[in-house]
């Protein structure tokens, strides 16, 4: 397992999680993964902590109002958020992470039709 550091564009959201050193991430077909080609890292709540930046994070909910989509209010990047389909994680885009783990698999998830 090894720290890792991770955070919005613009800089003002920084968060940092722990993880293995290889990873799987999934790849989402619904709407909104779709348009961002968001790269998920489930990480569990409790291996997950934002260092900076709690007061810029917003969030945008659609559909069933489960996830919540969150997103930084100054550069608009969702760098992490709550999905529902893993509800003790957080899911974190493997791109807004620095020096990311190695990809073991990747896992493509049909959200479009769950
Ligand atoms: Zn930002």
Request: hydrophobic share 30%; net charge positive; charged share 25%.
């Given at each position: 397992?090894k720290e890792y550091f991770g ?9 940092k999680f722990?993880a ?77 992470v620095?020096?990311p783990p ?13």
């Amino acid at each position: 397992m090894k720290e890792y550091f991770g955070g919005c564009h613009c800089g003002e959201i920084k968060y940092k999680f722990v993880a293995s050193k290889s990873v799987e991430i999934w790849k989402c077909n619904c709407s909104i993964c779709t348009i961002q080609d968001y790269e998920h890292l489930f990480i569990r709540h409790n291996d997950f902590k934002v260092i900076k930046g709690t007061k810029f994070i917003t969030k945008y909910c659609f559909g069933t109002k489960t996830a919540e989509h969150l997103f930084c209010k100054n550069c608009g990047i969702k760098s992490f958020y709550q999905p529902r389909s893993h509800l003790d994680s957080y899911s974190v885009n493997l791109r807004c992470v620095e020096e990311p783990p190695e990809i073991k698999n990747v896992v493509y998830f049909d959200g479009k039709n769950k």
